[in-house]
């Protein structure tokens, strides 16, 4: 079977992103540890999704990126709150993703994947990225995208392409491909804060709770609040 490498966190675009593919595909799963405060639950996520649906997984660790990152995610400094009205408040979103900014980080993690594509042979590299983040992450566009599979064709010797399709699509879009490819969405986990439960109200949060409710899908998750 042919392979393929997964950038999964444990979070609901990458479960869902990751299961479109999984029936054509020898899934190798890597998670990243670089210091962020839901590492814990990111892990226990992704074991449990790999574990369902028969991926292989491994754990990369990126300590200098931790100690370089002056993101919420991976200081002391609190992750922001928001309510369900900014989220379409670009100003108001702004301020979130460059609070929880970590340097370069899909960049990092993308190439890294392509390195471990070359070393298995490996076809294709499954992300999360998606048009609703994309609009205050850059690193989540199309234009992204296009700009990284231009540069594996020249900085590759063999025929590897970045595959994200959740790339022109929204959280509620996100969910409702997940039900249709069967992605073990219950077991994901995507809030910033780190705790057992989701928080509710972290961007993060926020944005899964719309999405389910956007799409009229039962939300299965835990939350605080």
Known sequence: MKKAIAVLSGGLDCTVATSVYSKDYEIHAITFNYGQK??????????????????EHHVIELDWLSKISNSSLNTADDIPEVNID????????????????????????????????ESIGAEIIIVGWDKEEANTFPDNSKEYLESFNMLLKIASPINIEIKAPAIDLNKNEIVELGIEVNAPMELSYSCYKGNEKHCGVCESCMRRKRGFKKAGIKDLTVYEK
């Open 86 to 117: 900014d989220l379409d408040d670009l100003e108001k979103s702004t301020q979130t993703a460059d609070s929880v900014w970590v340097p370069a980080r899909n960049t990092v993690f993308t190439s890294i994947a392509a390195s471990y594509a």
């Open 38 to 55: 839901s590492f814990t639950q990111e892990l226990k996520a992704s074991q449990k999704i790999c574990e369902k649906m028969g991926f």
